[in-house]
Every structure is written in structure tokens, then in C-alpha cells.
């Protein structure tokens, strides 16, 4: 069965910063590309940044870009997001995904390129 678990969200002051961690079970984690999302009360969810975990390639929502950092600890089966310099519009659901086609077709960050989400993980900022 596939498990994304989201952790790291909380409250934090404009300015700083929070990791998130989305710890992924019961897949082979170098087929999948994982993806950050978020979704603010009343908007769509949006893709924040994914990485590709067979090669390590990365790409970033433009308002994030300089921001936002994705890793990888594939002996972890993890994916981090580290979040800097956090913005009030940054306050949202976080939630991870998986693409288990990662090894060979280009996910990107539309919804429909994932599978299997997690839970969620609340990020607020306050200003």
C-alpha cells in the first residue's frame, strides 16, 4: 500500500522558515517523481516544486523559486521541502504526491500527473 506522511507545518513568523518532510512507504521510491502542493482556504491547490527522484531534477512554482529548496533522502525513502523567507501568501495545506511513471515520463506540476496523495500538513504565517 502507498503511504505519503506529511510533517514539519506549523506557525511561523513572516521572514523564517520551516522544513517540511513527506515520508514515503510501500513503493520503490527511485521509480516516482514526488511533488509539493498546497492549497489556500478558497483557492485550487497548486504545484509548489517536485522533484524526479531517478535522476534528481527538480522544478519550482515562479513565486517560490529562490525561496523554496527540494531534496531527497532516498536511503530515507524522504522528500524534504525547505521553506525560507516565508511570506504570509505562503500560509496554506501542504500536501506531497506521487507519479509512479518518475523513471520515465516527465511529471510536471499538474494535479492529474499524481497518483497518491498525503494528508496535509497546515503552514501558517503570520505577518
Known amino acids: 500500500e502507498v503511504q505519503l506522511v506529511e510533517s514539519g507545518g506549523g506557525l511561523v513568523q513572516a521572514g523564517g522558515s520551516l522544513r517540511l518532510s513527506c515520508a514515503a512507504s510501500?513503493?520503490?521510491?527511485?521509480?516516482?517523481?514526488i511533488g509539493w502542493f498546497r492549497q489556500a482556504p478558497g483557492k485550487e491547490r497548486e504545484g509548489v516544486s517536485l522533484?524526479?527522484?531517478?535522476?534528481?531534477?527538480?522544478d519550482y512554482l515562479d513565486s517560490v523559486k529562490g525561496r523554496f529548496t527540494i531534496s531527497s533522502d532516498n536511503a530515507k525513502n524522504t522528500v524534504y521541502l525547505q521553506m525560507n523567507s516565508l511570506k504570509p501568501e505562503d500560509t496554506a495545506v501542504y500536501y506531497c504526491?506521487?507519479?509512479?511513471?518518475?523513471?520515465?515520463?516527465?511529471?510536471?506540476?499538474?494535479?492529474?500527473?499524481?497518483?497518491?496523495w498525503g494528508q496535509g500538513t497546515q503552514v501558517t504565517v503570520a505577518s
Open positions: 504526491a506521487a507519479d509512479p511513471r518518475g523513471s520515465w515520463y516527465y511529471t510536471t506540476l499538474e494535479l492529474y500527473d499524481y497518483e497518491y
Open positions: 522533484i524526479r527522484i531517478s535522476d534528481g531534477t527538480t
Open positions: 510501500g513503493f520503490r521510491f527511485d521509480d516516482y517523481a
